[in-house]
């Protein structure tokens, strides 16, 4: 589970706009499709967390920035020990993840896909409909699931427009989510 501390570590050191298209509510979001998305796949749900925190935490710039994957994984391995302790096999898993993100790939080990999914359905936030051609996983895929998360993806701003936006963040990552969306089973 992610804790305070790991998130507001995070904070302190990522470069853009907490409340930017690659900031806080984004990784908000993509834990929550992650993690409705592992329910039906199988991914590990540790791993879907922490990807969702780290995933964009070493972006420089909001535009093109091709090595913020790599730098994600690497920073993820310094993070080892301090704020998590994972298996070798699962920090590996959430490294590939980190460091394939933006590449445009649709297969691999399904946690690692599950994260991929989970971040290309939080695409409405920059005006992209998210598209089952580009997604991996069978639940990600299923309109449902697609309509769902990019409607959650267009509200990302009004939410959080003039309001102390940290707490409801925190809240989210730190607190289940009760709302339910019936996906099909992967395979």
């Not at 290309?120 to 895929?141: E, Q």
């Not at 939410?159 to 925190?170: A, E, M, T």
Request: hydrophobic share 35%.
């Amino acid at each position: 589970m992610v804790s305070r501390e790991l998130i507001e570590y995070v904070l302190c050191q990522f470069q853009l706009s907490h409340r930017g298209i690659h900031g806080v509510s984004h990784w908000a979001r993509v834990r929550d499709n992650g993690l409705r998305l592992a329910k039906v796949t199988g991914a590990n749900p540790t791993v879907v967390e922490l990807f969702a925190v780290l995933h964009d935490s070493q972006r420089h710039l909001d535009t093109c920035d091709d090595d913020h994957g790599l730098r994600a994984a690497m920073f993820a391995a310094q993070l080892q020990g301090k704020y998590y302790d994972l298996p070798p096999d699962d920090l590996r898993l959430l490294q590939l993840a980190c460091e394939g993100h933006s590449h445009g790939k649709t297969q691999g080990e399904i946690t690692v896909v599950t994260c991929w999914d989970a971040d290309r359905l939080d695409l409405g936030r920059v005006g992209i409909p998210p598209l089952a051609k580009y997604l991996c996983t069978r639940p990600a895929k299923d309109p449902k699931m697609i309509a769902w998360a990019y409607n959650r993806s267009l509200k990302w701003k009004e939410r959080f427009d003039g309001k102390d936006w940290l707490p409801v963040i925190l809240e989210e990552f730190l607190e289940p989510r009760t709302e339910d969306l019936e996906l099909r089973e992967s395979g």
